[in-house]
């Protein structure tokens, strides 16, 4: 089975986003950005993203320049929506999944092939994470507190043990830690 990895950026209250999906807490740190996505290259064949989020990364990524740019340009990207008119062509290598994203993923996680990583957004990773079909939790720990906004835990039923495989800290005060729920 195909292990579903969530690489997510958090505050240290264990928000995905702050107030108003604001992401301003995340810190920039160079070595850290280069490091995670290397590590992660080598594991993930295959990309998820909420509808949300992929509009705004298709923007970006795809006029970004770099190892990480060409590695996500390139993966297969699998976009979960409940619409099925959502149009994915922006990306190369997208295609769109209309419909019950957690069916979609369980069929993916079943399907032969390398790790599937979400990237967001907090809809998707919340309702695969309600699911119990993450296997590791690739996080960077930023230096904020946001007090409130959206988390990836918020309405689970029961609560989960997760083991703790790696944990490096950085100059900018960013944690990046690895946990495997399973």
Known sequence: MRPLIVFSDITVDGFMTG??????????????????????????????WGRTSFAPSA?????????????LNATPKIVLSSDSSIDVSAWPNSTLAAGDGVRH???????????????????????????????????????????????????????????LRSARTFPSGTIAAIYSAR
Do not use: C, H
Request: proline content about 4%; cysteine-free.
């Open 19 to 48: 107030p108003d999906n604001d992401l301003g807490f995340m810190v920039q740190d160079d070595e850290l950005s280069e490091e995670l996505p290397r590590e992660l290259m080598r594991v993930a064949d295959t990309i998820i």
């Open 105 to 163: 993923v369980r069929e993916l996680k079943e399907a032969p092939g390398g790790g599937l990583v979400v990237f967001g957004g907090v809809t998707t990773v919340r309702s695969l994470v309600a699911a119990d079909l993450v296997d590791e939790y690739w996080l960077k720990i930023n230096p904020a507190v946001v007090g409130r906004g959206g988390s990836m835990f918020s309405g689970i039923a029961a609560g989960r043990t997760l083991t």
């Open 59 to 71: 923007m970006y990524w795809t006029k970004a320049a770099g190892a990480v740019a060409d590695w």
